[in-house]
């Protein structure tokens, strides 16, 4: 499976972007769909999450509120992000993998600049 995102960009604190993920190939393995973020000097955090089956989500506490995770039924993940912060600067990454297995995709990631 591929996942390419995109959506990325350059905006002032307050904005908003809404990334998308589009994957391709198989996905019938594949039950939990996510968004992560790495910062300059950062481990990799977790963001959001969203099950396949059912639609719960799961949001880390510095962006509930502000950030919605969704999906589509052609395969395709979105982040919407408001009331960006400068401290939501990142790369932000798609995942795809299954809880049970080892099964775990990465895209490649695009870059989220918030300026004050």
């Known amino acids: 499976e591929q996942l390419v995102e995109s959506g990325g960009g350059l905006v002032q604190a307050g904005g908003s972007l809404r990334l998308s993920c589009a994957a391709s190939?198989?996905?019938?393995?594949?039950?939990?769909m996510g968004w992560y973020r790495q910062a300059p000097g950062k481990q990799r955090e977790l963001v959001a999450t969203?099950?396949?089956?059912?639609?719960?989500t799961y949001y880390a506490d510095s962006v509930k509120g502000r950030f919605t995770i969704s999906r589509d039924n052609a395969k395709n993940t979105y982040l919407q992000m408001n009331s960006l912060k400068p401290e939501d600067t990142a790369v932000y990454y798609c995942n795809a993998r299954n809880v049970w297995t080892t099964i775990n995709y990465w895209g490649q990631g695009t870059q989220v600049t918030v300026s004050s």
């Open positions: 190939g198989s996905t019938l393995s594949i039950n939990l």
């Open positions: 969203i099950l396949i089956s059912g639609g719960n």
